[in-house]
């Protein structure tokens, strides 16, 4: 069984026009439209396999983000099937679940609970994730006045430690030193050893060429391409040079 599936996928999004307030209320009296739809998904299929760590390539706009938006169910599909067999850990966009207001001990109780863990295994598995993300000087203090670094380790950490068996991370690793971003890479290699499968958007293609297997690219919401990690990242980097 496939970890994740996803089956002539869509997702249209309004594109505003760009107005000035009279024009807009111009428009409004003339009835016109004032905005486009687009597709910010267009009929998008692929699988990814248990235990395999799989790259979402694409340029700004390109739709990864909303492709992940829509694995970890943040927001509706418009169209397609969509197919998650196994618990989810979702590492959108930086400090996405985070609370500002709450420290980093409460936040990841928090999200340990969100996750399903129990009061024993959150006990458990506190200090690792706290260890992992070098955050014991910090640990009582607010999120809010983490650095974008500090809220990426909790973060990371969090989604490594709560035992998903699928790990999505978007961008996450852009932030932090390279030698947490090491760490986080060696991490991602264990966990995939484990058995856990791993999606990863990154503008970073170099990392992506270490830890996944295969990968796709998406052009303005559509698949282009779907295969070994290797040919995937070749291909972008021809498209790009030839301005494709
Ligand atoms: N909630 C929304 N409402 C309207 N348009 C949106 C919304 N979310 C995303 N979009 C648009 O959908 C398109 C795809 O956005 P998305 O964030 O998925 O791209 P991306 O590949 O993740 O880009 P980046 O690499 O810059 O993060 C973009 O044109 C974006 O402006």
Partial sequence: ?????VKHLSKQFRKYYDKTLKGYFI???????????????N??????????????????????????????????????????????????????????????RENIRLNCAIF????EQIEKVYPKIVEFAELEEFIDTPVKFYSSGMKA???????????????????????GDKDFKKKCYAKLEELKKEGKTIVIISHSLKPLQKICDRGLILKKGKVTAIGDIHEMINLYETGKQRGA
């Fill in 1 to 5: 069984m496939n970890a994740i599936e």
């Fill in 27 to 41: 428009s409004l009296a003339k009835r016109e439209r004032l905005y486009e739809t687009f597709y910010a998904l």
């Fill in 153 to 175: 380790r909790l973060g990371f950490s969090i989604a490594v430690h709560i035992d998903a068996e699928i790990i999505l991370i978007d961008e996450v690793l852009a932030v």
């Fill in 43 to 104: 009929d998008v299929s692929f699988a990814v396999k248990k235990a395999e760590a799989f790259a979402i390539i694409g340029d700004n706009g390109a739709g990864k983000s909303t492709l992940f938006k829509i694995l970890s169910g943040i927001i509706e599909k418009d169209k397609g099937v969509v197919q998650i067999n196994g618990k989810i850990a979702p590492l959108i966009e930086l400090s996405a679940g985070l609370s500002r207001d709450l420290s980093g």
């Fill in 116 to 119: 399903g863990l129990n009061r």
